[in-house]
């Protein structure tokens, strides 16, 4: 999912493509606030929960999985607009920008992204998107349940 999500090429402002944070020392969140000429288009996948489902046969097992995506874009609206414009409409070019991504990471991982599957991989659903305004940040947060077959044998 993370190689999909990398490989995407943006339809806005496609000269910052998608890229994985790996963030040892501090949280995402954190470390995007504190590096925003470094943090557009910067994500993470969380686990949120992970469920055992019944046994299909001695060898698989069915289970679901809550992930969390979380993008993040800068607060600097120069990346979103070449416009003079308030502060509103620079916002909701963002929410645009950030909108259209989610479309696409939805039609390459989502449920009409089958065929970018990883083995095993059955269904990967995205749901309601939700923003997290921090001072200098952005962030797009989409949930994900995924549901795939594991080796159990």
């Not at 090429?9 to 504190?34: I, K, L, Q, W």
């Not at 003079?84 to 390459?108: K, Y």
Request: glycine residues 4%; charged residues 25%.
């Amino acid at each position: 999912m993370i190689t999909v999500i990398k490989a995407l090429a943006p339809n806005a402002a496609s000269d910052r493509p998608f890229h994985v944070t790996r963030t040892e020392m501090t949280g995402f969140r954190e470390y995007a606030e504190g590096f925003t000429s470094d943090a557009f288009r910067q994500y993470e996948i969380n686990d949120i929960e992970d469920e055992w489902q019944t046994v299909q046969d001695y060898q698989t097992e069915l289970r679901m999985m809550e992930a969390e995506l979380v993008i993040a874009y800068p607060n600097q609206w120069a990346r979103y607009t070449t416009k003079d414009t308030t502060n509103q409409e620079n916002e909701a070019s963002l929410r645009d920008m950030a909108h259209q991504d989610r479309n696409q990471i939805d039609t390459a991982i989502g449920i009409r992204g089958g065929s970018n599957y990883v083995s095993g991989q059955s269904a990967c659903w995205v749901g309601p998107t939700s923003f997290e305004e921090e001072d200098a940040v952005t962030f797009l947060v989409l949930p994900l349940t995924i549901r795939f077959d594991e080796d159990v044998s």
